[in-house]
C-alpha cells in the first residue's frame, strides 16, 4: 500500500472523449476532464462557471443571427426571420425589412459585408444587398450589374447544356425571335438575357422549347446560327449564388445551383463588374474547380490566399495580386464541407475554422510556412462526442472562445489560444435549445428556443441564470416586482441583492421576495458540472489503478460564491459562509479566494471512477484553478 499524491493544474485539455480513457500517457489525460459541462475555460487552465444569458426579447420563429459592424461604435445585428430580418442596434430593434427567404431557405443563406452593404445569397435566389443609409434608415434591393453604354449587362455568362445546339436571331436589332436546333427555352427564361454574336438579347416569351421572342439590348453581328452562345449564369432556370466574399478589392462568387464548382472574380474596385474582357490585369477572373472528385463550393473565405472550400476538398488560389494570366489554383486537404446547411467558416487568430463534411468535426485550415501549404488540423479530435452535426458557429476574439452550436439544440464552446497550446472544449446546455449564436463588438448574442418561445439573449458577466430578467431601483427597496410575464410558468432561480432566496414559479407579471431590496436577477436555472478523469498511477508505464482510496482533495479557487463537492458521499456545499444564519440575515457567500479542504473515507475498487466531481444549480459563481488529491493505493 503506498500514497500518491497527484496536483492537477490546469483544465487545457478541456473535456475529452472517453476514447482517451486508455491513453493515460498523453498530456490531455492530465490536462483534461471526463465531464465540463456549462463552464468556461481560461488560457491559463481554470474552469469557471459560465455567465448567465439575460434575455432581450422574444422573437416569433426567429433562426439565425447575423452580424453588421459599419465601424467599431456603429454595430447592429441581423435577426433572420421567415421573409424577415429585424435589425437591432444596442439591444434595440430599429428596423425590420422584407426578404424572400423561408424557414426552410435561412439555414442555406450566406453573406459578406463591404463599408455600409451586406451582400446575402442563397443558390435559389436573386442574390440582395442590404444597405444602411443616411439616418439609420435600411434598404433591400437585388443585385444590380454595371451596364455599359452600349447596352450590355456586365454579369456572369455561361454555356449549359450541349455545346452543339445552335441559335439563331431574326434580326439584328429590336423585337426579334430566336430559334435553338433543340430544346434550350424554359417559361422561366423570360426576362433572362443571353450573348450570342456579339451582341445580347433579353428574353420577353417563350413559345416552345425551341422558340423564344426577345428583345436586342446590344446590336448583333449578324442573323446567322451559331454555336457561340451563352445565358446568364444567374436565373430562376439555372439558380443563383452559393457563397461570396471580398478578396485583394474584387466580389468573390464561390458556386452556384447549377454551377457548383465554378469561381467568379469581379473587376479590380468594380465589384459589380464581371467583364472577361481581353483579360488585362484588373479584368474579371472566371474558371471552374476540376478533378477527380466532386468539388461544390461551400464558402470562399479571404486570408492569406483566397480560400475555396467545397464538399470534397480544400483549395488555395493564389496570385499576388490576383489577375487573369498569374491565378493558380491548389487542391490543398480533403476533409469536405457539409451539405446539409451553410456554416460559414470563421477566422482565428488568422486560421480558419470549418466544419467538416462528416458533421463530426472542426478543422483548422492553417498555412505551415515549411510546407508552403495548407494543413486541416482536427481540432476536436480529443472532445468528438461534443460535435453532432454543427449548424452554426462564431467567435469571440475578446475571451478566445468559439461558440458551436449544434442541431441537437446543445453548444460546444473550444477555448483556443494556439500559441499557448490550449485548445480546450466544454459542453454548453440551458433549459431548451440552442439554435444560432453570433458576435457583434464583445458581445455574443444567441438565439434559444425554451418551450413554443424564441428568445433573442446575450450571455452577460453580470448574471448567473439564462433568460434573465434584471431590475433596480436605486432610490428605494421592494419586495413586489413586475415585468415577469417572459418567465410566465417557469420555476425561477432569483438573486436579490445577491443573496439567492428560494426558488418561486411565475404566476403572474408579478414577484415578491421574502425581503426589501433594491436589485433583482430573476432567470432560470442551469447546472454546472466538473468531473475529472479516472485516476491513475504516477509511475512511468503505469495504467489505472485497481483500488484507491481518496484521503482528501484540496480545491483551490478563485472569486468563488459557492462550491458543491462530491466525493463519493453525495454533494455537499463545502464554502464556509462568512455569516450564519438564515438567508434573510445572511449576505450568503460573497466571492472568495482560498483553499477548501474535503475529507473523504472509503475504497473505490472501480478504476473507471473518478474520485470527486463539482456539481450545482445555485446561481453563484464558481471558478476552480487547481486540484491536488492526496490518495492511498493499493495492489
Not at 468594380?270 to 488585362?280: K, T
Not at 478533378?291 to 483566397?306: E, T
Request: aromatic content about 8%; hydrophobic content about 40%.
Amino acid at each position: 500500500m503506498s500514497q500518491i499524491i497527484n496536483h492537477k493544474t490546469n483544465f487545457t485539455s478541456g473535456e475529452v472523449s472517453e476514447d482517451v480513457l486508455g491513453r493515460t500517457d498523453l498530456t490531455c489525460y492530465d490536462n483534461g476532464a471526463n465531464a465540463l459541462k456549462n463552464v468556461f475555460i481560461d488560457a491559463i487552465g481554470g474552469v469557471e462557471r459560465r455567465a448567465g444569458l439575460r434575455l432581450i426579447e422574444k422573437i416569433p420563429n426567429a433562426l439565425r443571427l447575423i452580424p453588421f459592424s459599419f465601424n467599431t461604435e456603429q454595430t447592429y445585428l441581423f435577426v433572420v426571420c421567415p421573409n424577415l430580418i429585424r435589425i437591432y442596434r444596442s439591444e434595440n430593434q430599429i428596423a425590420t425589412l422584407q426578404t424572400p427567404w423561408g424557414s426552410d431557405d435561412i439555414p442555406f443563406l450566406n453573406w459578406t459585408q463591404s463599408a455600409d452593404t451586406l451582400l446575402v445569397v442563397h443558390p435559389d435566389y436573386p442574390p440582395v444587398m442590404i444597405t444602411r443609409q443616411a439616418g439609420e434608415t435600411w434598404s433591400l434591393t437585388n443585385w444590380v450589374y454595371e451596364t455599359s453604354d452600349d447596352g450590355a449587362v456586365f454579369q456572369p455568362y455561361a454555356r449549359f447544356g450541349d455545346t452543339t445546339v445552335t441559335l439563331k436571331p431574326s434580326q439584328t436589332t429590336g423585337n426579334i425571335s430566336l430559334s435553338a436546333s433543340a430544346a434550350v427555352f424554359e417559361s422561366a427564361h423570360v426576362g433572362v438575357r443571353f450573348q450570342l454574336n456579339g451582341g445580347e438579347v433579353e428574353v420577353t416569351a417563350v413559345t416552345t422549347s425551341q422558340i423564344a421572342e426577345a428583345t436586342v439590348k446590344k446590336t448583333l453581328s449578324g442573323t446567322s446560327a451559331t454555336t457561340e452562345w451563352k445565358e446568364a449564369a444567374f436565373s430562376p432556370v439555372r439558380g443563383y449564388p452559393t457563397s461570396v466574399t471580398f478578396f485583394q478589392s474584387r466580389l468573390v462568387i464561390g458556386g452556384s445551383r447549377d454551377l457548383p464548382n465554378r469561381l467568379w472574380l469581379s473587376k479590380t474596385s468594380r465589384i459589380m463588374n464581371f467583364d472577361l474582357g481581353s483579360g488585362n490585369d484588373d479584368e474579371a477572373i472566371e474558371f471552374s474547380i476540376l478533378s477527380d472528385q466532386v468539388n461544390a463550393i461551400r464558402a470562399v473565405v479571404p486570408g492569406r490566399h483566397l480560400q475555396v472550400f467545397t464538399s470534397g476538398a480544400e483549395w488555395m488560389v493564389s496570385g499576388d495580386p490576383l489577375t487573369p494570366t498569374n491565378i493558380q489554383l491548389k487542391r490543398q486537404t480533403l476533409v469536405g464541407s457539409p451539405l446539409y446547411a451553410s456554416v460559414p467558416p470563421i477566422d482565428v487568430s488568422g486560421a480558419t475554422l470549418f466544419v467538416a463534411a462528416s458533421g463530426r468535426e472542426v478543422r483548422e485550415f492553417l498555412f505551415q510556412d515549411i510546407e508552403q501549404a495548407y494543413q486541416a488540423k482536427n481540432v476536436s479530435l480529443l472532445s468528438s462526442h461534443l460535435i453532432r452535426y454543427p449548424i452554426d458557429m462564431t467567435y469571440d476574439a475578446g475571451r478566445r472562445i468559439v461558440y458551436v452550436v449544434m442541431n441537437d439544440g446543445t453548444m460546444a464552446t473550444l477555448t483556443n489560444y494556439r500559441t499557448e497550446n490550449v485548445l480546450a472544449w466544454s459542453h454548453q446546455e440551458t433549459q431548451g435549445l440552442f439554435l444560432a449564436a453570433c458576435v457583434v463588438g464583445s458581445d455574443v448574442f444567441v438565439l434559444t428556443k425554451r418551450g413554443s418561445d424564441i428568445c433573442l439573449e446575450t450571455f452577460d458577466d453580470t448574471v448567473s441564470t439564462d433568460c434573465a430578467l434584471l431590475g433596480e431601483d436605486t432610490e428605494s427597496a421592494h419586495e413586489l416586482w413586475s415585468g415577469m410575464s417572459p418567465l410566465m410558468g417557469k420555476t425561477v432561480k432569483i438573486v436579490a441583492d445577491g443573496i439567492v432566496v428560494p426558488d418561486a414559479t411565475i404566476d403572474s407579471d408579478y414577484l415578491t421576495v421574502p425581503f426589501a431590496c433594491q436589485k433583482i436577477e430573476v432567470g432560470l436555472g442551469f447546472t454546472h458540472e466538473i468531473i475529472p478523469l479516472p485516476p491513475v498511477s504516477t509511475d512511468i508505464g503505469a495504467g489505472p489503478l485497481k483500488a484507491v482510496r481518496l484521503i482528501q482533495a484540496r480545491f483551490r479557487v478563485v472569486r468563488t460564491g459557492s462550491v458543491e463537492v462530491d466525493v463519493g458521499n453525495g454533494l455537499q456545499e463545502v464554502m464556509i459562509p462568512k455569516f450564519s444564519g438564515n438567508f434573510l440575515l445572511d449576505k450568503d457567500q460573497e466571492a472568495q479566494t482560498k483553499d477548501i479542504c474535503v475529507r473523504a473515507l472509503g475504497w473505490v475498487r472501480d478504476g473507471m471512477t473518478p474520485l470527486w466531481r463539482i456539481k450545482s444549480n445555485k446561481p453563484k459563481p464558481c471558478k476552480i484553478v487547481s486540484v491536488t488529491t492526496e490518495m492511498k493505493v493499493s495492489d
